[in-house]
């Protein structure tokens, strides 16, 4: 069996501070960042997956989750084959944030493979504001294809949304 390449280019949204950054630099670099500064319209890391026969080199586009950077973040969607789509489950503004996120990752493409993912799955459960039903409507509502709580502070669960998003595809667009 031949090894092929691809290159993926993966777009991530969500509001600021929700966590996106911190996640990608544990995800690819393998360091929690204490002190992470505002995105500040795009960021941009890389990591390779293998999955069956396929070696991905992930193009990961960090959008700035602040209000003032969203006109910009339309030129930065095209060519996208998926997106992750960010919440914090200790704030419930981002969550209802979800249903934007989802209306700008898709706004070149409507049927845009999605994944969901809620940050600070460390802390106490009295300091979680959204609840598991919710999650699993606003997943539903929106056709995503998963869901998962990481914790980029402990690195629980860090590489699944990335390898379930990547297995998505492969089984969906490359057997």
Same mark, same amino acid.
């Given at each position: 069996?031949?090894?092929?390449?691809?290159?993926?280019?993966?777009?991530?949204?969500?509001?600021?501070?929700?966590?996106?950054?911190?996640?990608?630099?544990?995800?690819?670099?393998?360091?929690?960042?204490?002190?992470?500064?505002?995105?500040?319209?795009?960021?941009?890391?890389?990591?390779?997956?293998?999955?069956?026969?396929?070696?991905?080199?992930?193009?990961?586009?960090?959008?700035?989750?602040?209000?003032?950077? %969203?006109?910009?973040?339309?030129? +930065?969607?095209?060519?996208?084959?998926?997106?992750?789509?960010?919440?914090?489950?200790?704030?419930?503004?981002?969550?209802?944030?979800?249903?934007?996120?989802?209306?700008?990752? %898709?706004?070149?493409?409507?049927?845009?493979?999605? +994944?969901?993912?809620?940050?600070?799955?460390?802390?106490?459960?009295?300091?979680?504001?959204?609840?598991?039903?919710?999650?699993?409507?606003?997943?539903?509502?929106?056709?995503?294809?998963?869901?998962?709580?990481?914790?980029?502070?402990?690195?629980? %669960?860090?590489?699944?949304?990335?390898?379930?998003?990547?297995? +998505?595809?492969?089984?969906?667009?490359?057997?």
């Amino acid at each position: 069996m031949r090894t092929r390449n691809a290159v993926l280019k993966i777009i991530i949204g969500g509001d600021g501070g929700v966590g996106k950054t911190t996640y990608l630099y544990k995800l690819c670099q393998g360091k929690f960042l204490t002190d992470t500064k505002m995105t500040v319209g795009v960021g941009f890391l890389t990591k390779n997956v293998k999955y069956g026969d396929t070696n991905y080199n992930l193009a990961l586009w960090d959008f700035g989750g602040q209000d003032q950077f %969203r006109f910009i973040l339309t030129t +930065y969607v095209k060519g996208a084959h998926a997106g992750l789509v960010f919440f914090s489950l200790d704030r419930a503004t981002s969550f209802m944030s979800i249903d934007e996120w989802v209306e700008l990752l %898709r706004s070149e493409k409507p049927d845009l493979p999605l +994944y969901l993912v809620g940050t600070k799955a460390d802390l106490e459960d009295e300091d979680l504001q959204i609840s598991g039903k919710e999650i699993l409507e606003k997943m539903n509502e929106h056709d995503m294809i998963g869901y998962t709580r990481t914790s980029s502070k402990t690195g629980n %669960r860090i590489d699944e949304p990335i390898n379930k998003l990547v297995m +998505y595809y492969h089984d969906t667009f490359m057997s």
